[in-house]
């Protein structure tokens, strides 16, 4: 659940007069700005209370009215209608209306927003209302709004096709934009709903683990995001921060080309896993994932599910029935080519390189060839559709919509660039499909997590907690497990 955390005064006068005087909330957190646009830097801009979605989402999933005050669907299910708010104004100064809004849900749809998997047919807008038209039934299409992609900018932010300014609606307008590193905001003052109490906040896109941690540590920032392992320890016992944890449903996996690595070859490796080695060791939580979905999923987590489990020597005689054989080298090979695993992954989450350490070990001691490759995180969507992509290490967020529905439809049925990668199943595409059109048989989702738990299209490796730490200068942080907020707009300087 979404917690609100109050901090008492215990820095000296001084030192809170002089981060009075600056009057500006430091947000740090590992992403870089990426663009200007909600695709790119979408989760930013919203987390920065810059854009706004129509459709927001409590922190148990329940969906409640964000720029759409009110919204039905047809009895055939194929026609939507979202009212939107009166009186709001984009941070141009121009009022949100029907046109607006059909404009910005349609450039992204055309430009990878996640409306791209919906099957919408037309979106258009006209005085208070938008209506946007399905050519078959799809219940999910107000989680979908939810999504970062999905937030509302201004007409006047694209130009030819291209955002070139960031226009939201939201309690703050951009001040100054310095990609990939820093963005300014500052309240806007006529935000249609209750005001920004801080004037001022600054988002910094640190990669460091330590540079972020030593920002918490002296005071640098005020609210640190993603903090590693060994730095949540430490932080723990410094004063003047609070230092919290909550379990969210992101998964860190391990992305299989099921072109190069058949499903018995993919159950083979995930036993060469040892997911509660890699938790203890390398997360500091108290185990791996034995599934996919975590326990805090209430709904998707399935305890009847034999766990996941690491035992090397299994490991080894489940490749050699999978026709991998030991060469002379001691290296597996079958049809007379090397198993070589290529292990891409990205800095941007720290964990994420030690963890690929550690698998490129359990790896090689099946017999595999592993290597590392930590690069940008675009390159695992860029090698997915060229096709020369082995093996992508990566945590994924099943709360991108408030329905794990959203990211299965996405990844799984059949694979996005962030899914499944040679791996096509038409029945869980069929029923992933029915779920999201509304009309699935009861034990459809048992079905869908056992097929996934059966297939291994991806290797869960472990349940993510989400780590920050909050100066006790201010009062009002939100933990939201969604990572969409951080209240910011009413967080407040603690006097």
């Known amino acids: 659940m979404i917690r609100t955390l109050s901090f008492a005064l215990i820095a000296g006068v001084t030192a809170l007069s002089v981060h009075a005087e600056d009057g500006v909330l430091d947000v740090v957190a590992p992403f870089e700005l990426k663009g200007k646009d909600p695709i790119t830097s979408g989760g930013i801009l919203l987390k920065m209370d810059v854009t706004e979605t129509l459709v927001d989402a409590e922190a148990d999933g329940r969906l409640i009215p964000g720029l759409a005050d009110a919204w039905e669907v047809s009895e055939d299910g194929l026609t939507w209608t ?158 003047n921060l609070d230092v919290v944890s909550t379990a969210i449903p992101r998964v860190l996996m391990l992305k299989v080309n099921g072109e190069i690595f058949d499903q018995a070859t993919r159950k083979a490796l995930s036993k060469a896993i040892d997911r509660a080695g890699i938790a203890k060791a390398v997360l500091r939580y108290e185990t791996g994932a034995t599934q996919m979905f975590p326990k805090s999923m209430a709904a998707w987590h399935n305890d009847a599910l034999a766990p996941l489990a690491y035992n090397p020597e299994e490991a080894k005689a489940d490749l050699a029935k999978a026709g991998w054989n030991v060469n002379a080298d001691g290296i597996l090979e079958k049809d007379g080519k090397a198993m070589e695993i290529e292990i891409l992954t990205y800095p941007d989450r720290p964990e994420l390189p030690l963890v690929a350490a550690v698998l490129e070990q359990q790896f090689a001691e099946v017999g595999a060839v592993p290597v590392i490759n930590s690069t940008s995180y675009t390159e695992i969507p860029a090698k997915h559709n060229n096709g020369t992509l082995s093996t992508a290490l990566f945590a994924r967020n099943f709360a991108l919509v408030p329905n794990p529905v959203g990211t299965l439809l996405q990844d799984y049925a059949p694979g996005g660039d962030w899914g499944a990668m ?14 999201a059109a509304g009309g699935a048989p009861n034990g459809t989702r048992e079905h869908l997590v056992a097929t996934l738990h059966d297939e291994l299209p991806v290797l869960p490796i472990a349940w993510y907690q989400l780590n920050m730490a909050v100066t006790d200068k201010v009062s009002g942080v939100v933990v939201d497990p969604f990572e969409r907020t951080i209240g910011l707009s009413e967080i407040t300087w603690v006097k």
Request: no cysteine; aromatic share 8%; net charge negative.
């Open 82 to 239: 979202f009212k939107l708010r009166d009186n709001v104004l984009f941070h141009d100064g121009q009022p949100m209306n029907g046109d607006a809004v059909a404009q910005s849900l349609d450039w992204s749809r055309n430009n990878g927003g996640l409306l791209a998997k919906t099957p919408i047919k037309n979106i258009s807008g006209q005085g208070n209302t938008v209506t946007i038209t399905l050519s078959e039934p799809f219940a999910m299409l107000p989680a979908m709004l939810v999504e970062y992609r999905s937030a509302i900018i201004s007409p006047s932010s694209i130009k030819d096709g291209n955002v070139v300014e960031v226009v939201g609606t939201g309690p703050y307008k951009v001040a100054e934009f310095s990609p990939p590193i820093k963005m300014t905001v500052e309240a806007f003052e006529d935000y249609w709903g209750k005001s920004a109490v801080i004037d001022k906040a600054a988002y910094h896109g640190i990669s460091r683990a330590e540079t972020r941690a030593l920002m918490a540590e002296s005071g640098d920032a005020d609210v640190t995001l993603s903090l590693d392992p060994a730095s949540f320890n430490r932080l723990q016992n410094t004063n």
């Open 422 to 435: 040679g791996w096509r199943n038409d029945d869980f595409t069929q029923k992933v499909k029915a779920m």
